[in-house]
Nanobody, 121 residues
Framework: QGNLVESGGGSVQVGGSLRLSCTVS??????MGWFRQAPGKEREGVAA????????YYADFVRGRFIISQDKTENAVYLQMNSLRPEDTAMYYC???WGAGCSTEAVFSDWGQGTMVTVSS
């Protein structure tokens, strides 16, 4: 089991950008993902990336605005968030899984502590 540590959250105005980072203590995961949970709402998948093939997957509500990427040399996964909206305000979590299947709907086994993103108008 690896240790996942997120960073990069903060406050930004509507239309702004933020880049979240997730460092992982192991490179054995097959899939990495970003999830978010807004106050009073259920957690939802945002984006995922296959660490082996590099294929990426996005929720419809962020496609075209967010980009997930990885740096294998740094054991890190990033979430570049552009054109931020107030509804993007949430705690963002990095997650990881082994085994087949990678998507925002997959079941992830390991989770970070989260980093808060606040978008104000």
């Amino acid at each position: 089991q690896g240790n996942l540590v997120e960073s990069g959250g903060g406050s930004v105005q509507v239309g702004g950008s933020l880049r979240l980072s997730c460092t992982v203590s192991t490179n054995t995961y097959n899939c990495m993902g970003w999830f978010r949970q807004a106050p009073g709402k259920e957690r939802e998948g945002v984006a995922a990336i296959s660490t082996r093939g590099g294929s990426s997957y996005y929720a419809d509500f962020v496609r075209g605005r967010f980009i997930i990427s990885q740096d294998k040399t740094e054991n890190a996964v990033y979430l570049q968030m552009n054109s931020l909206r107030p509804e993007d305000t949430a705690m963002y979590y990095c997650a990881a899984k082994w085994g087949a299947g990678c998507s925002t709907e997959a079941v992830f086994s390991d989770w970070g502590q989260g980093t808060m993103v606040t978008v104000s108008s």
